[in-house]
């Protein structure tokens, strides 16, 4: 599996868009990115994932870079809630079944 | 719509002890999984299952077992519990793009 590098902690303005960096030089071909935030104390929660192209929902964009080696997670409009620890993961997704490993995250500070 | 849920949320055990965590889904997901997070470490594989009656080694399995009996139950057992099995334990299941987690349970061993 691809491995991923992340800031260790970043801050951000509340109301502000934070844009939160993951590179993945060693990405394949058929790996998506996908990104996870977990809020203090509880289960990671899934925000996005991407193949090669942008993606957007409800919760946040994700920017992919045209050769796949990195990636940029954004949060439009910061919220004290978005406070938390965001993962960058490389895997596959094969038939549903996903192997995905966790690093050590960015922890994003959302101040008022 | 409860999602994934464990049990027991918090335990404290004496070494040695035995335990068993449940995991519980109720969105008919085929895959499992059980996580341990430690201070300042991301989350690793303990174990995890393709479907009911299939169960598969993670990252570090050493001193459990687990069981997949019905494809809604993910158990996790600690035969004999040590102080380095102190942790917070996720559960996750799967079908699809997205994992969904449990709230996690907290286990110290003394």
């Known amino acids: 599996d691809a491995k991923t590098t992340q800031p260790t902690s970043m801050d951000c303005a509340e109301g502000r868009a934070a844009n939160l960096p993951c590179n993945h030089s060693t990405i394949s071909g058929n790996e998506y990115v996908y990104w996870y935030r977990q809020i203090h104390s509880q289960g990671p929660q899934y925000i996005i994932h991407?193949?090669?192209n942008n993606e957007t929902n409800e919760m946040a964009s994700l920017i992919i870079t045209e050769d796949r080696k990195s990636s940029t997670l954004i949060l439009p409009h910061a919220t004290l809630r978005d406070t938390a620890v965001y993962y960058c993961?490389?895997?596959?997704?094969?038939?549903?079944?996903?192997?995905?490993?966790f690093g050590t995250g960015t922890r994003l500070l959302v101040s008022p | 719509n409860a999602g994934v849920t464990q049990t027991p949320k918090f335990r404290v055990l004496k070494t040695g002890q035995s335990m068993t965590l449940l995991c519980a889904q109720d969105m008919n997901h085929e895959y499992m999984y059980w996580y341990r997070q430690d201070p300042g470490m991301g989350l690793r594989l303990i174990h995890y299952s393709v479907g009911e009656g299939t169960t598969a080694k993670g990252e570090v399995p050493d001193g459990y077992n687990v069981s997949r009996l019905k494809k809604q139950n993910f158990l996790l057992g600690l035969e004999s519990a040590a102080p380095s099995q102190t942790s917070v334990y996720f559960c996750?299941?799967?079908?699809?793009?997205?994992?969904?987690f449990g709230s996690g349970t907290r286990l110290t061993v003394v």
């Open positions: 993961i490389v895997g596959l997704m094969n038939t549903g079944f996903q192997k995905l490993v």
């Open positions: 996750a299941s799967s079908q699809g793009y997205g994992y969904t």
């Open positions: 991407g193949l090669k």
